[in-house]
């Protein structure tokens, strides 16, 4: 049993230090997008072509396509509706 413990312990707390791409709620969903107009609209945005470890990489996901990383309220039509970068949440 101890040697259980001692095996998930690190991984559990790796777990719970992940933090979130976006925070939740309205600004929940991540994009890449070409160009944000006054925080209003954001076009061009797309899903990221990987999965996105960390804020980090997220940025580097879609720094690669040309594009910049946002959280976005909604997605409608390749465009993010009420987005906002990257922040600590």
Known sequence: MKSYLALMLPLALGVLSQQPLCPGGLYGNALCCDTDVLGV???DCTVPN???TSADNFREVCASNGK???CCALPVLEQGILCQG???Y
Request: glycine share 8%.
């Open 41 to 43: 609209v954001d076009i």
């Open 50 to 52: 990987t999965l996105p």
């Open 68 to 70: 910049t990383a946002r």
């Open 86 to 88: 990257l922040g600590p």
